[in-house]
């Protein structure tokens, strides 16, 4: 398919709300819509396909911090898709990263802890001084807080609290969230000024230590890497592996490679520093997969090895010792692994 790219013109970013370049990405030979691509100082060039509702307040704000945490390193583009799976490969000479809308929502936080964590987590990448000043105008004339009002939009999409389109009556929302969170001294607040005045936040140092110990904390990644050889006749085990490993509640994230070249490398590893645990399926005897499962383990990443038995008996010496899944056919894969998943690191709810 070759893209083209029309009707340029300034909106806002979805995500930061800081002004940015949107464009009309079509397909050349039909001049079809696909999707909407937006090129943004701050969070880089991402795009969603047409079909995506850009008003899901939650999609965004999940977006927002898949962008902001999660998304891989040195990638030029990251496609919110309808059905493609989460998948990272090369297309018309740039490193496109895809997550589905589905995925992507998982992003989003599903009770009070988790909306706490991701919001500091957020919050310490857009004010990552250590004396950045969070400010809300919350008093003083009508003209003096609506002058607030697009600053306190930035911040809303950072923090999870759900108050649909911003007014200045609906300030007190984000407020009264940063507040729990001082509550918990995570952050420190400090009011100021007198007839009109200011809600000030920063990062407490308990905060920083608290952000750092999640940056840490693998087990708060719901990401799997698979390591395999994406050939075609591989595709039913990909599918296999991948259903495994959604129904033990956890996303399976590929690399297409077609061979490993300098430029994905880094994506690949990158990819496997922050995933839950690896997948590595030796079928085909591919040295990239080795090199992934080696680089895994290393990291002390539970790697959970499998082969089909037609190419067992050829499986490199290294490994003859460990524990892999034999598998004939696909059910029975898909079987073990999720057996297999739930011993090692458990299912997530
Ligand atoms: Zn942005």
């Not at 060039?45 to 965004?60: A, G, Q, V």
């Not at 952000?211 to 006749?233: E, H, P």
């Not at 539970?302 to 038995?309: A, F, G, P, Q």
Request: hydrophobic content about 35%; glycine content about 4%.
């Amino acid at each position: 398919m070759v893209f083209e790219y029309v009707a340029e013109k300034h909106v806002k970013c979805l995500c930061c709300r800081e002004t940015t370049i949107m464009s009309s990405c079509m397909d050349g030979s039909t001049s079809t819509l696909i999707r909407y691509e937006y090129n943004c100082q701050v969070c880089g060039l991402y795009s969603l396909e047409k079909s995506i509702d850009r008003e899901n307040n939650r999609l965004i704000q999940a977006l927002y911090y898949f962008i902001l945490n999660e998304k891989s390193a040195n990638i030029d583009v990251l496609v919110v898709s309808e059905n493609t799976e989460s998948v990272i490969k090369e297309e018309n000479g740039r490193i496109v990263q895809y997550i589905s809308e589905e995925d992507l929502i998982t992003y989003y936080p599903i009770d009070f802890s988790q909306k706490v964590d991701k919001s500091l987590l957020n919050l310490s990448k857009v004010y990552s001084e250590y004396d950045s000043y969070i400010t809300i105008q919350t008093s003083g004339t009508v003209q003096e807080i609506n002058k607030g009002l697009p600053v306190a939009e930035k911040i809303k999409n950072l923090i999870f609290v759900d108050c649909g389109e911003l007014t200045n009556g609906k300030l007190y929302k984000i407020t009264s969230f940063l507040d729990l969170i001082a509550d918990m001294e995570l952050i420190k607040k400090n009011l100021s000024g007198g007839y009109s005045y200011f809600h000030r936040y920063t990062i407490s140092s308990k905060g920083w230590l608290h952000i750092q110990g999640l940056q840490k904390d693998v087990n708060v990644s719901n990401q799997a890497f698979v390591a395999m050889w994406f050939d075609t006749s591989a595709n039913n085990t990909w599918e296999m592996i991948s259903r495994a490993i959604r129904d033990s509640g956890y996303i399976p994230v590929r690399i297409d490679e077609k061979e490993h070249n300098n430029q994905i490398v880094p994506e690949i590893l990158y990819e496997i520093r922050k995933s839950h645990f690896v997948i590595a399926d030796l079928t085909g005897h591919r040295n990239g997969v080795y090199y992934e499962a080696g680089y895994a383990k290393a990291l002390n990443k539970e790697v959970i090895l499998t082969c089909s038995e037609k190419d067992f008996e050829n499986r490199h010496f290294d490994i003859a010792q460990q524990s892999i899944i034999k598998w004939k056919e696909g059910q029975e894969l898909y079987d073990r692994l999720v057996r297999r998943i739930e011993a090692t690191v458990g299912r997530r709810k």
